[in-house]
């Protein structure tokens, strides 16, 4: 277990420093002069479109753009933010728990519905229940986020009062405000979440439900209740742990538009942002960090993997 | 069950709502999250509106565009190219310095050396600052200009304190110290800014809110919700669409003012391959154009009427202003006519780049539909901000539909835009006595003959070559609840905090 740990650890390095590589050229490829975007409306003297070229090292070749960049991020330094001067390390620190406080409070949500709704959907196959989980689903899945968003916020917030209609507030500062700030937005992701761990739940459960292990397990006279949690849900799981991992690492890389909406200052909003306004060296931070917890999480899917399916220990 | 569990949790969230916020708290909902907070680099229009409660300025204007004094008491013209300011005795900064005739010049003296300054162009005639005693500064300017006093009345007249500014280098704009009525708090980039009241403040009795908090709120529709919820006391600007909801709300006021500046079409004239077109080489052809377009139905459409149509770059409530110089009404036959005397083969392509907006996509679709009737076939290209702004400095473009914030002086919203060195002159438009009449302009030091010279630049550039298309001049609308009261609309679209009151 510990040697497969490490082999995995061991791959992260290359696979980050192919991203930093990807983030780099990608950006050359944008149109848009970031010296341009940031005078904005005084970019009418030269002078000062020169000395923020020199200031950024836009006058560089990329080359030794990106090195000095990669050779600061060695040393622990993620740079500045151009357009606001703070340094971007600061800047993920601070947006970060935002983003993860709502993606856990959307996973939950989602995992809540999405598991035993797909559960049901499959032990109830066919049959009224399961046509009106899917027809539910189906609508959380095609359902555009800021429509949705939007909907709530006037409902809630602009007709019933109930919930502030956007901002946020730290969970240290005030738990319960931070929890009414959070739970729209919440809502909103975790219902997209939902929908498809449903989906794949029932999927699962379905080709569970027909192997031959719960034909014996059945035939044993094994209590359905038995059969449908320990032996079916157990095996079905596999993927839909996968998909739960790669759906959780999707809600910590930022919801681009639902942050928008509820203005949530958390990942997405930052990354988006930075791109509209030029903003490389938070783009760029931004982006290693995201990859950085897909890495991590595809690890952490590998090690449930483990402890879900025994079959599998033997093989590390 | 399910449902006393629900109803709980109805009940919970609606005690959580109804937190009252703290009764002197004034929260404004901004367009967008300000750059850096430093006067001299900073450069966006929000950033503004939030230095109007950190940073007096020299002077500032007032709703009939008037220059009036803030931390000056008032200015003497020595010579034109003289100026001498008296300074308010008794101020303040935010750390307890007292502003005096160092601490301008050095404020000055910052704006203009700075690496990186914004504001060096707009005072670059600015050659030396004599302190002459503790409360009088001798400007030195190295040729006379009309405009220089009203760059005053903006960021380059924001006098920082000179012991912080020195000690944060840089990094001042995290932290920003200078003599406005509040002092900065804190800020967490795109979510808020806050600014506590400044008991030292000079003016402390026109002060009578606690704490300024600026929210980044780019949608529009949830800005206004946030009004309309009680989360905000007042927003920054609303769409024209958004209006009549306002209108209808007991609980909200509108306060609709003009702005300074203009929406027009630049037309790539001079710059590069792109301008080799017969739009941009016959001023017959742009003329057509412009006569195929009703500025009226326009902003009936898309505005819901609320612009204001113009031929020119300066507003009707700029004393430069030139009541005489109207849009011509739409006149396809003269629109047609025209075309057949320049002799160029209808329909006539030609291609328009629009910022990737919702609003001027639509105007954009409207321009299209109206100038087909002359001859025209308009090809839209949407394109997001940053993209259209090089693809226009590099004439990347045949026409481009882009806004001016505008600026106090005429200059500011002429000279950068016809002069043929002008920074902003994207189409390379030129014409060597539009040139020499814009920098005489830009020096003539009396109101009437200076009005005048922009009569006939008005006449050369815009309906002899027709070198832009103006179309109008936007209003700043600001909608606030009707609990705050002394909100005074200025066309700079600015809030300033002095004599905000919420009841």
Same mark, same amino acid.
């Given at each position: 277990?510990?040697?497969?740990?490490?082999?995995?650890?061991?791959?992260?390095?290359?696979?980050?420093?192919?991203?930093?590589?990807?983030?780099?050229?990608?950006?050359?490829?944008?149109?848009?002069?970031?010296?341009?975007?940031?005078?904005?409306?005084?970019?009418?003297?030269?002078?000062?479109?020169?000395?923020?070229?020199?200031?950024?090292?836009?006058?560089?070749?990329?080359?030794?753009?990106?090195?000095?960049?990669?050779?600061?991020?060695?040393?622990?330094?993620?740079?500045?933010?151009?357009?606001?001067?703070?340094?971007?390390?600061?800047?993920?620190?601070?947006?970060?728990?935002?983003?993860?406080?709502?993606?856990?409070?959307?996973?939950?949500?989602g995992?809540?519905l999405g598991?035993?709704c797909?559960?049901?959907?499959?032990?109830?196959?066919?049959?009224?229940?399961?046509?009106?989980?899917?027809?539910v689903a189906l609508f959380g899945i095609s359902t555009?986020?800021?429509?949705?968003?939007?909907?709530?916020?006037?409902?809630?917030?602009?007709?019933?009062?109930?919930?502030?209609?956007?901002?946020?507030?730290?969970?240290?500062?005030?738990?319960?405000?931070?929890?009414?700030?959070?739970?729209?937005? %919440?809502?909103?992701?975790g219902t997209g979440v939902a929908s498809v761990l449903m989906r794949?739940?029932?999927?699962?459960?379905?080709?569970?439900?027909?192997?031959?292990?719960?034909?014996?397990?059945?035939?044993?006279?094994?209590?359905?209740?038995?059969?449908?949690?320990?032996?079916?849900?157990?095996?079905?799981?596999?993927?839909?742990?996968?998909?739960?991992?790669?759906?959780?690492?999707?809600?910590?890389?930022? %919801?681009?538009?639902?942050?928008?909406?509820?203005?949530?200052?958390?990942?997405?909003?930052?990354?988006?942002?930075?791109?509209?306004?030029?903003?490389?060296?938070?783009?760029?931070?931004?982006?290693? %960090?995201?990859?950085?917890?897909?890495?991590?999480?595809?690890?952490?899917?590998?090690?449930?993997?483990?402890?879900?399916?025994?079959?599998?220990?033997?093989?590390? | 069950?399910?449902?006393?569990?629900?109803?709980?949790?109805?009940?919970?969230?609606?005690?959580?709502?109804?937190?009252?916020?703290?009764?002197?708290?004034?929260?404004?909902?901004?367009?967008?999250?300000?750059?850096?907070?430093?006067?001299?680099?900073?450069?966006?229009?929000?950033?503004?509106?939030?230095?109007?409660?950190?940073?007096?300025?020299?002077?500032?204007?007032?709703?009939?565009?008037?220059?009036?004094?803030?931390?000056?008491?008032?200015?003497?013209?020595?010579? &034109?190219?003289?100026?001498?300011?008296?300074?308010?005795?008794?101020?303040?900064?935010?750390?307890?310095?007292?502003?005096?005739?160092?601490?301008?010049?050095?404020?000055?003296?910052?704006?203009?050396?700075?690496?990186?300054?914004?504001?060096?162009?707009?005072?670059?005639?600015?050659?030396?600052?004599?302190?002459?005693?503790?409360?009088?500064?001798?400007?030195?300017?190295?040729?006379?200009?009309?405009?220089?006093?009203?760059?005053?009345?903006?960021?380059?007249?924001?006098?920082?304190?000179?012991?912080?500014?020195?000690?944060?280098?840089?990094?001042?704009?995290?932290?920003?110290?200078?003599?406005?009525?509040?002092?900065?708090?804190?800020?967490?980039?795109?979510?808020?800014?806050?600014?506590?009241?400044?008991?030292?403040?000079?003016?402390?009795?026109?002060?009578?809110?606690?704490?300024?908090?600026?929210?980044?709120?780019?949608?529009?529709?949830?800005?206004?919700?946030?009004?309309?919820?009680?989360?905000?006391?007042?927003?920054?600007?609303?769409?024209?669409?958004?209006? &009549?909801?306002?209108?209808?709300?007991?609980?909200?006021?509108?306060?609709?003012?003009?702005?300074?500046?203009?929406?027009?079409?630049?037309?790539?004239?001079?710059?590069?391959?792109?301008?080799?077109?017969?739009?941009?080489?016959?001023?017959?052809?742009?003329?057509?154009?412009?006569?195929?377009?009703?500025?009226?139905?326009?902003?009936?459409? *898309?505005?819901?009427?609320?612009?204001?149509?113009?031929?020119?770059?300066?507003?009707?409530?700029?004393?430069?202003?030139?009541?005489?110089?109207?849009?011509?009404?739409?006149?396809?036959?003269?629109?047609?006519?025209?075309?057949?005397?320049?002799?160029?083969?209808?329909?006539?392509?030609?291609?328009?780049?629009?910022?990737?907006?919702?609003?001027?996509?639509?105007?954009?679709?409207?321009?299209?539909?109206?100038?087909?009737?002359?001859?025209?076939?308009?090809?839209?290209?949407?394109?997001?901000?940053?993209?259209?702004?090089?693809?226009?400095?590099?004439?990347?473009?045949?026409?481009?539909?882009?806004?001016?914030?505008?600026?106090?002086?005429?200059?500011?919203?002429?000279?950068?835009?016809?002069?043929?060195?002008?920074?902003?002159?994207?189409?390379?438009?030129?014409?060597?006595?539009?040139?020499?009449?814009?920098?005489?302009?830009?020096?003539?030091?009396?109101?009437?003959?200076?009005?005048?010279?922009?009569?006939?630049?008005?006449?050369?550039?815009?309906?002899?070559?027709?070198?832009?298309?103006?179309?109008?001049?936007?209003?700043?609308?600001?909608?606030?609840?009707?609990?705050?009261?002394?909100?005074?609309? *200025?066309?700079?679209?600015?809030?300033? &905090?002095?004599?905000?009151?919420?009841?």
């Open positions: 277990m510990s040697g497969f740990l490490l082999r995995r650890l061991g791959q992260v390095v290359p696979t980050l420093l192919i991203v930093s590589l990807l983030v780099f050229g990608l950006q050359q490829l944008m149109p848009g002069d970031p010296a341009l975007i940031l005078a904005g409306e005084e970019r009418g003297d030269p002078q000062v479109l020169a000395e923020i070229r020199a200031g950024l090292l836009l006058d560089r070749p990329v080359w030794e753009q990106y090195g000095r960049w990669l050779w600061r991020l060695l040393h622990g330094d993620f740079g500045f933010s151009w357009r606001i001067q703070l340094p971007v390390a600061d800047l993920i620190l601070e947006k970060l728990p935002v983003t993860a406080q709502l993606a856990a409070m959307s996973f939950a949500i995992v809540a598991v035993p797909g559960v049901l959907s499959a032990v109830w196959r066919d049959r009224p229940a399961d046509w009106a989980i899917n027809a555009p986020n800021f429509w949705l968003g939007i909907l709530m916020i006037l409902l809630f917030s602009v007709q019933l009062g109930w919930l502030p209609p956007s901002g946020y507030v730290p969970l240290w500062e005030d738990p319960w405000q931070s929890l009414a700030t959070t739970i729209m937005p %919440a809502f909103v992701l794949h739940t029932r999927a699962a459960m379905l080709t569970a439900l027909s192997q031959d292990y719960v034909r014996t397990a059945r035939a044993k006279g094994v209590p359905e209740r038995v059969v449908i949690a320990k032996h079916a849900l157990r095996n079905a799981l596999i993927p839909v742990v996968t998909l739960g991992t790669i759906e959780f690492g999707r809600l910590l890389a930022g %919801a681009v538009l639902t942050e928008q909406i509820f203005t949530i200052p958390g990942f997405g909003k930052l990354v988006v942002d930075a791109v509209f306004n030029r903003d490389y060296p938070v783009v760029q931070g931004v982006v290693l %960090a995201t990859a950085l917890i897909f890495v991590l999480l595809s690890l952490l899917a590998d090690v449930l993997y483990m402890l879900i399916n025994p079959r599998l220990r033997a093989g590390a | 069950m399910i449902r006393p569990f629900l109803l709980a949790a109805l009940a919970a969230l609606s005690l959580l709502a109804a937190l009252p916020a703290a009764a002197q708290n004034l929260r404004i909902g901004l367009r967008e999250d300000p750059d850096i907070l430093d006067p001299t680099l900073a450069r966006t229009f929000v950033g503004r509106i939030v230095f109007a409660s950190l940073c007096d300025k020299l002077f500032d204007i007032n709703e009939r565009l008037e220059i009036i004094p803030q931390l000056a008491t008032g200015h003497r013209w020595e010579d &034109p190219r003289t100026l001498v300011i008296a300074l308010r005795d008794g101020v303040r900064f935010h750390d307890g310095d007292t502003m005096d005739a160092e601490a301008v010049k050095y404020s000055l003296e910052r704006h203009l050396n700075m690496q990186g300054s914004f504001r060096r162009s707009e005072i670059t005639v600015l050659q030396a600052v004599e302190v002459v005693d503790r409360l009088t500064v001798r400007l030195r300017l190295s040729a006379p200009s009309a405009a220089f006093l009203s760059q005053l009345t903006d960021r380059a007249g924001m006098i920082v304190s000179p012991r912080a500014a020195e000690a944060a280098g840089r990094n001042f704009g995290q932290r920003p110290v200078c003599a406005g009525p509040f002092r900065f708090a804190e800020r967490v980039a795109q979510d808020r800014i806050v600014v506590e009241r400044f008991p030292e403040y000079w003016d402390a009795a026109r002060i009578h809110v606690n704490r300024v908090t600026f929210l980044p709120i780019p949608d529009s529709t949830v800005r206004l919700a946030n009004l309309q919820s009680g989360a905000l006391e007042i927003v920054q600007s609303i769409d024209p669409d958004d209006v &009549p909801a306002v209108r209808r709300n007991a609980r909200l006021r509108l306060a609709i003012g003009d702005e300074l500046g203009y929406q027009s079409i630049t037309i790539n004239i001079g710059n590069g391959p792109r301008a080799q077109t017969p739009l941009g080489q016959d001023a017959r052809v742009r003329a057509a154009f412009e006569l195929a377009i009703d500025r009226d139905a326009l902003n009936r459409v *898309v505005y819901e009427g609320m612009y204001l149509p113009t031929a020119q770059p300066v507003p009707p409530g700029n004393p430069y202003h030139n009541a005489a110089f109207r849009p011509e009404p739409r006149n396809l036959e003269r629109a047609r006519a025209l075309l057949r005397e320049a002799g160029v083969a209808t329909p006539i392509r030609v291609e328009m780049t629009v910022p990737n907006n919702p609003d001027l996509r639509q105007v954009g679709e409207v321009i299209q539909a109206m100038v087909r009737e002359a001859g025209f076939d308009l090809r839209l290209t949407a394109m997001e901000f940053a993209s259209s702004l090089q693809a226009a400095v590099r004439g990347d473009f045949e026409t481009y539909l882009l806004a001016w914030s505008g600026r106090v002086d005429p200059d500011g919203n002429a000279w950068a835009f016809m002069h043929s060195r002008g920074g902003q002159n994207d189409g390379r438009y030129a014409n060597p006595e539009v040139d020499r009449l814009l920098d005489e302009a830009r020096s003539e030091l009396d109101g009437e003959r200076r009005k005048d010279l922009y009569g006939r630049i008005w006449e050369l550039a815009i309906r002899q070559d027709r070198s832009r298309i103006y179309l109008w001049h936007r209003k700043n609308i600001v909608a606030h609840t009707a609990r705050l009261q002394g909100f005074v609309p *200025v066309a700079d679209g600015l809030i300033r &905090p002095q004599g905000l009151r919420l009841q």
